[in-house]
């Protein structure tokens, strides 16, 4: 009887060794991903920011137009776009915007990857600080987006007395999942 158990044994004992490599390797990776911690939805921000104060030096620089445009992409993780927005143009609470003739103006303009608008502001006076949300409901597609800004306004370097000037900021919030142990989404 013992001779036919020896052989038996040596076999279990062979293929005991030969698979614990295996088998090893999935308790290992197991035991790895239960200390691991579970992962977060972690919110973050990408930031679009276009300002311009306007300097005034010769008669060409009142009639120019300042023109600026850029892009930010938008992808299925963006949650919420809001828009700051705030323009200030001296004298504006004394002096009245021709309707006919805007001599001074600022007129950004949000548009979707497909081209349509988001956002638009045409305005000729003071606008005090302002802020707009956009949820992915209100925007038809994904893709690059384009802020566009028009604008002309006056600004004396002398006294710093009498400057126009606008700040457009866009944050881009987006929501990824966060494992432990690896860099942020951010990143």
Known sequence: MRAKILPLLMVIVFMTVSLSGCMGLIQARESLEGMR????????????AMTHTFQTESIFDIIGEYSNS???SIDDSV???EIYFKVTISASDTLACLEQAPTRYVRPTVTTASGAVLWAEDVCE??????????PEDFDTLGD???EVQARGFGE???NQFQDDFI????VYHECRQYPQEPPCDE
């Open 157 to 159: 370097t002398t006294l």
């Open 70 to 72: 850029t892009s930010f």
């Open 145 to 147: 987006f384009t802020l």
């Open 37 to 48: 911690g579970e992962p977060v939805d972690k919110p973050y921000a990408d930031k679009i």
């Open 79 to 81: 949650t919420r776009i």
């Open 168 to 171: 457009i900021i866009i944050n």
């Open 126 to 135: 003071d606008v005090s600080p302002t802020t707009y949300d956009f949820t």
